[in-house]
């Protein structure tokens, strides 16, 4: 052998004695030891390694401050523990999460929910993987245009760029989590979730949590916002006419039209009874002069009418319809018609205890479009993808048309509530909620799927969001005024682990510390009650010209994260399924599912 094929014959056979030596289970051990023994330490920004005391361990990570895993430069805040136990054996053996997982992805600038297991898949047909020991892996970079949304050191959500995605079968049961809030999330016992503890986001393993501990949800989650939908997208070509394509068509254009060349020259000749004008959409046997637009704006009128459908609504092959007896909730729908120059009729009906009233709007169009991105039937329908990352008005008004609709404002439970036969929906919703800074709760009752917005979001929910019928517009007006003289405590919505911020602050300023004990004991202090002792200790401060800058900029930040801490009620094991998924992501190597949860 030449010293070149004696080099890479010795490299293989070194891989296979490690791929036989290291197998999952004791990688998985290996892992838990290298995690819980560094779980303090963390790359800062100057890329020195510190521990939670803030003392050097490593002036530069590994001498070079690169992953070992990847072979690029570390990022800020990545868990020391972390990296070196993903850098033994298979990536992911040990972490990931159940396939029908529905985590949030944006795919060149388009945000929806996914399968992770499908989505995965999907990636590694396309690009190809590689096999590392028992798991599929395949290395992304920023080409690829995949990012979720990641949690921070400082509690803040940003979209990061996926690096890596990994798939191993599993053979052991899953951890289903659920929170106070009602979300859930299925993982394997190794997977990682975040705590906070002393003020650091760390990497906790699912089978080290426990009841009582608390882990993030998404609060506010930025999205990068859309003004417009293309129809093409859901609607084909081949059996729609788009006035685009039928003009290049006209124009001996290559183009894609839904009826043969007889057709078309019977159209051309102006046979047809309807035009089709150039930009719009029309059923391939098009009877009408509706001129609803191949592109069309994502604006309140727009959004009104998804939220009225959802919440109101129903669809069959030609018609759209949505049943509601008031006039406020009505007018927006018939503006939205009359915009596209759709026809609608209107009729009471006696299907229930009392008289009702529907409105019908005639177009096939429309009523595929809502089939293909809400679903039919009360139990299918979903909030449409594109909502996730359309413009702040599109959204506000959908969310407004839907509870207006379907929801309720109860002054004697102090929430704004809304049900569906669908939890996708209402899973969907709680997640646009999150877009204005509105945390709901969620449970499921007698096979129905409820969500509660709870009363000290009211005047958000009131400034961002709104009603249009008189009866809610005053209900929800008298939990606002409740609000703000009653309401000061959310179960839900606390920070936790900041170490003894808050005694150190009381013990500078002269504050008698039992006013602080019990936080610091528990660890835990709803958003609002931290608020009144950050305006206490400022004003404490400039009263006694004492500096403590320091504990404040933690509190504050504590004050001003995306994320609430949500309480675990319930840990226990599920049937896996065959394949289990994983992100790497730059970062915190954090990513979060449809239900809001944060996970590493």
């Given at each position: 052998?030449?010293?070149?094929?004696?080099?890479?014959?010795?490299?293989?056979?070194?891989?296979?004695v490690?791929?036989?030596?290291?197998?999952?289970?004791?990688?998985?051990?290996?892992?838990?030891?290298?995690?819980?023994?560094?779980?303090?330490?963390?790359v800062?920004?100057?890329?020195?390694?510190?521990?939670s005391n803030?003392?050097?361990?490593?002036?530069?990570?590994?001498?070079?401050?690169?992953?070992?895993?990847?072979?690029?430069?570390?990022?800020?805040?990545?868990?020391?523990?972390?990296?070196?136990?993903?850098?033994?054996?298979?990536?992911?053996t040990?972490?990931?999460?159940?396939?029908?997982?529905?985590?949030?992805?944006?795919?060149?600038?388009?945000?929806?929910?996914v399968?992770?297991?499908?989505?995965?898949?999907?990636?590694?047909?396309?690009?190809?993987?590689?096999?590392?020991?028992?798991?599929?892996?395949?290395?992304?970079?920023?080409?690829?245009?995949?990012?979720?949304?990641?949690?921070?050191?400082?509690?803040?959500?940003?979209w990061?760029?996926?690096?890596?995605?990994?798939?191993?079968?599993?053979?052991?049961?899953?951890?289903?989590?659920?929170?106070?809030?009602?979300?859930?999330?299925?993982?394997?016992?190794?997977?990682?979730?975040?705590?906070?503890?002393?003020?650091?986001?760390?990497?906790?393993?699912?089978?080290?949590?426990?009841?009582?501990?608390?882990?993030?949800?998404?609060?506010?989650?930025?999205?990068?916002?859309?003004?417009?939908?293309?129809?093409?997208?859901?609607?084909?070509?081949?059996?729609?006419?788009?006035?685009?394509?039928?003009?290049?068509?006209?124009?001996h254009?290559?183009?894609?039209?839904?009826?043969?060349?007889?057709?078309?020259?019977?159209?051309?000749?102006?046979?047809?009874?309807?035009?089709?004008?150039?930009?719009?959409?029309?059923?391939?046997?098009?009877?009408?002069?509706?001129?609803?637009?191949?592109t069309?704006?994502?604006?309140?009128?727009?959004?009104?009418?998804?939220?009225?459908?959802?919440?109101?609504?129903?669809?069959?092959?030609?018609?759209?319809?949505?049943?509601?007896?008031?006039?406020?909730?009505l007018?927006?729908?018939?503006?939205?018609?009359?915009?596209?120059?759709?026809?609608?009729?209107?009729?009471?009906?006696?299907?229930?205890?009392?008289?009702?009233?529907?409105?019908?709007?005639?177009?096939?169009?429309?009523?595929?479009?809502?089939?293909?991105?809400?679903?039919?039937?009360?139990?299918?329908?979903?909030?449409?993808?594109?909502?996730?990352?359309?413009?702040?008005?599109?959204?506000?008004?959908?969310?407004?048309?839907?509870f207006?609709?379907?929801?309720?404002?109860?002054?004697?439970?102090?929430?704004?509530r809304?049900?569906s036969n669908?939890?996708?929906?209402?899973?969907?919703?709680?997640?646009?909620?999150?877009?204005?800074?509105?945390l709901a709760?969620?449970?499921?009752?007698?096979?129905?799927?409820?969500?509660?917005?709870?009363?000290?979001?009211a005047?958000?929910?009131?400034?961002?969001?709104?009603?249009?019928?008189?009866?809610?517009?005053?209900?929800?007006?008298?939990?606002?005024?409740?609000?703000?003289?009653k309401y000061?405590?959310?179960?839900?919505?606390?920070?936790?682990?900041?170490?003894?911020?808050?005694?150190?602050a009381?013990?500078?300023?002269?504050?008698?510390?039992?006013?602080?004990?019990?936080?610091?004991?528990?660890?835990?202090?709803?958003?609002?009650?931290?608020?009144?002792?950050?305006?206490?200790?400022?004003?404490?401060?400039?009263?006694?010209?004492?500096?403590?800058?320091?504990?404040?900029?933690?509190?504050?930040?504590?004050?001003?994260?995306?994320?609430?801490w949500d309480?675990?009620?319930?840990?226990k094991?599920?049937?896996?399924?065959?394949?289990?998924?994983?992100?790497?992501?730059?970062?915190?190597?954090?990513?979060?599912?449809?239900?809001?949860?944060?996970?590493?």
């Amino acid at each position: 052998l030449t010293p070149i094929q004696y080099f890479f014959h010795a490299a293989g056979g070194r891989d296979s004695v490690v791929d036989k030596g290291v197998n999952p289970a004791k990688t998985g051990y290996m892992q838990r030891r290298l995690i819980n023994a560094l779980q303090d330490m963390v790359v800062q920004r100057d890329y020195s390694v510190r521990g939670s005391n803030d003392k050097i361990v490593q002036f530069k990570y590994g001498d070079d401050a690169l992953d070992p895993s990847s072979g690029k430069q570390i990022a800020y805040g990545e868990p020391v523990g972390v990296i070196a136990a993903q850098s033994i054996g298979e990536p992911g053996t040990q972490m990931s999460i159940a396939a029908d997982e529905k985590v949030l992805v944006e795919a060149n600038g388009i945000i929806k929910p996914v399968a992770i297991g499908e989505f995965i898949d999907s990636l590694m047909q396309t690009h190809g993987a590689q096999k590392q020991g028992e798991a599929d892996v395949l290395n992304l970079d920023a080409s690829a245009g995949i990012k979720v949304p990641a949690l921070t050191q400082e509690g803040k959500i940003l979209w990061k760029n996926v690096v890596q995605c990994s798939r191993h079968e599993c053979h052991k049961d899953l951890l289903e989590i659920t929170t106070r809030s009602g979300r859930r999330i299925r993982a394997t016992e190794n997977h990682s979730f975040v705590l906070r503890k002393n003020g650091e986001i760390i990497p906790v393993l699912g089978n080290a949590l426990k009841t009582g501990e608390r882990i993030p949800v998404v609060k506010n989650l930025p999205t990068p916002e859309n003004n417009l939908l293309e129809l093409e997208e859901f609607l084909p070509k081949q059996t729609h006419w788009f006035g685009s394509e039928f003009k290049k068509a006209l124009a001996h254009e290559n183009a894609i039209i839904p009826v043969s060349s007889d057709g078309l020259r019977h159209y051309a000749n102006g046979h047809n009874a309807f035009e089709i004008d150039d930009g719009f959409v029309y059923p391939v046997q098009n009877h009408s002069n509706a001129h609803i637009p191949e592109t069309m704006p994502l604006n309140s009128q727009f959004g009104w009418f998804t939220g009225a459908y959802l919440s109101e609504g129903s669809a069959t092959k030609y018609h759209v319809g949505i049943s509601n007896t008031d006039d406020a909730f009505l007018a927006p729908v018939k503006q939205f018609a009359d915009a596209l120059n759709v026809k609608y009729c209107e009729k009471d009906n006696y299907r229930g205890f009392t008289k009702g009233h529907d409105l019908t709007i005639n177009s096939c169009v429309l009523s595929e479009l809502l089939e293909k991105t809400c679903g039919r039937g009360s139990g299918n329908k979903k909030v449409p993808d594109h909502a996730f990352n359309a413009n702040q008005e599109y959204a506000s008004a959908l969310l407004s048309a839907y509870f207006d609709g379907d929801g309720s404002v109860s002054t004697q439970r102090n929430c704004i509530r809304a049900s569906s036969n669908s939890r996708e929906l209402i899973d969907g919703i709680a997640l646009l909620l999150s877009r204005f800074g509105i945390l709901a709760t969620k449970h499921e009752q007698k096979k129905q799927f409820w969500l509660s917005i709870p009363a000290k979001y009211a005047q958000a929910f009131k400034q961002k969001i709104g009603f249009k019928t008189k009866k809610k517009q005053g209900l929800l007006e008298k939990l606002c005024t409740r609000t703000q003289s009653k309401y000061n405590y959310d179960v839900i919505d606390m920070t936790t682990g900041f170490g003894s911020t808050l005694t150190d602050a009381a013990a500078k300023l002269g504050i008698p510390s039992r006013y602080v004990n019990k936080f610091t004991k528990k660890q835990e202090i709803g958003r609002q009650t931290l608020a009144k002792y950050i305006q206490l200790f400022e004003n404490k401060a400039r009263e006694k010209n004492t500096d403590v800058s320091k504990e404040l900029s933690l509190l504050k930040t504590l004050l001003n994260e995306d994320v609430a801490w949500d309480e675990i009620i319930e840990i226990k094991k599920i049937p896996s399924t065959k394949y289990v998924y994983d992100f790497a992501v730059s970062g915190l190597e954090t990513f979060t599912t449809f239900d809001g949860i944060v996970t590493h």
